[in-house]
């Protein structure tokens, strides 16, 4: 249950108290979720719920029509935490802070749902012939300009 003392507008960040791991952690606001929560009547009570109490199965349903309705087949509601740790794999951001963003404590548990694009693979192996091209230039200093001195 997220409650609007958990949420810092000026610190941009959110704080989880209830965790599958049972350890609370703050974790910072995409801009997205920022302007969505400012868009949100904030009651004066800090223990006020930013969004109401929902059954878990209204929840799912409502998931499950959505998905439906977007024609993508196959989505789970928990498949958003995988996508969310490989977009952030593939944007470069450090392993740390993944894992930190997702609450894992072993980096193992991370791993397991980083999911990298076959179009991301291709660009990592054409990084190694970019780097084997720059270790050969670099080798000689320079000096092969292509052009010959008369």
């Given at each position: 249950?997220?409650?609007w003392?958990d949420?810092?507008?000026?610190?941009?960040?959110l704080?989880l108290i209830?965790?599958?791991?049972?350890?609370?952690?703050?974790?910072p606001m995409t801009?997205t979720?920022?302007?969505?929560?400012?868009?949100l009547?904030r009651?004066?009570s800090?223990?006020a719920?930013?969004?109401?109490?929902?059954?878990?199965?209204?929840?799912?349903?409502?998931?499950?029509?959505?998905v439906a309705?977007?024609?993508?087949?196959?989505?789970?509601f928990?498949?958003l935490r995988?996508d969310?740790?490989?977009?952030?794999?593939?944007?470069?951001v450090p392993q740390?802070s993944?894992?930190?963003?997702?609450?894992?404590r072993d980096?193992?548990?991370?791993?397991?749902?980083?999911?990298?694009?076959?179009?991301?693979?291709?660009d990592?192996m054409?990084?190694?012939d970019?780097?084997?091209?720059?270790?050969?230039?670099?080798?000689?200093?320079?000096?092969?300009?292509?052009?010959?001195e008369?």
């Amino acid at each position: 249950m997220l409650t609007w003392g958990d949420v810092e507008m000026k610190g941009r960040t959110l704080t989880l108290i209830h965790t599958k791991n049972g350890h609370a952690r703050t974790v910072p606001m995409t801009d997205t979720l920022r302007e969505a929560l400012a868009a949100l009547p904030r009651p004066l009570s800090p223990r006020a719920r930013v969004l109401p109490e929902r059954d878990l199965k209204v929840l799912s349903r409502s998931f499950t029509r959505f998905v439906a309705d977007l024609e993508i087949p196959n989505l789970r509601f928990h498949d958003l935490r995988h996508d969310a740790a490989s977009v952030l794999t593939m944007a470069g951001v450090p392993q740390r802070s993944i894992m930190e963003i997702l609450g894992h404590r072993d980096p193992r548990m991370t791993m397991r749902y980083q999911h990298l694009s076959p179009g991301h693979l291709k660009d990592a192996m054409r990084a190694l012939d970019h780097g084997a091209i720059q270790s050969a230039g670099g080798a000689n200093n320079g000096a092969d300009t292509g052009t010959a001195e008369a």
